[in-house]
């Protein structure tokens, strides 16, 4: 098992930033920034891990070699493409499950009070090993009804 992590280190992973609020208390959380998910790319692939309310799902979606940050931008999201980190030698905090949990332990991140979606978007854009998008569509009804 242990390799199989050590395998991952570095590899590109993205962060992807929705609006979809299916659970009505996510709409006090920032327009935008109300779910995330994360993909990583193994070499071969680029598998998606989506942390839903009920269930999580994993799969392998589109071809290593595909732009799937790109198609995620013309659907309105924002996205950072970052990396797969070596997790400090310490076990995670215990907290609750959320997308935003999953998606931290998923890149090796154990910051503690990184808790929405808009404060790890925050957190990984602070990082210079990232890149991200300063002109990316930006729906302007996101959060009006």
Not at 12 to 31: C, M, N, Q, S, T
Request: hydrophobic fraction near 45%; charged fraction near 25%; include cysteine.
């Amino acid at each position: 098992m242990t390799d199989l992590l050590v395998a991952h280190i570095g590899r590109p992973a993205l962060v992807v930033f929705e609006d979809e609020a299916v659970i009505g208390w996510l709409r006090v959380l920032k327009p935008g920034f109300r779910h995330c998910c994360a993909a990583i790319n193994d070499g071969r692939a680029w598998v998606e891990v989506l942390p839903l309310a009920r269930q999580t799902l994993v799969r392998a979606c589109v071809a290593a070699d595909r732009d799937l940050a790109a198609w995620y931008r013309s659907r309105g999201n924002a996205v950072i493409e970052t990396m797969v980190r070596e997790p400090p030698d310490r076990l995670a905090p215990v907290t609750l499950y959320s997308c935003v949990e999953e998606t931290k332990r998923l890149l090796g991140i154990q910051a503690r009070w990184v808790l929405t979606p808009y404060q790890l978007y925050r957190y990984l854009r602070s990082d210079p090993r990232n890149a991200y998008a300063y002109d990316r569509p930006f729906r302007q009804d996101i959060g009006r009804k």
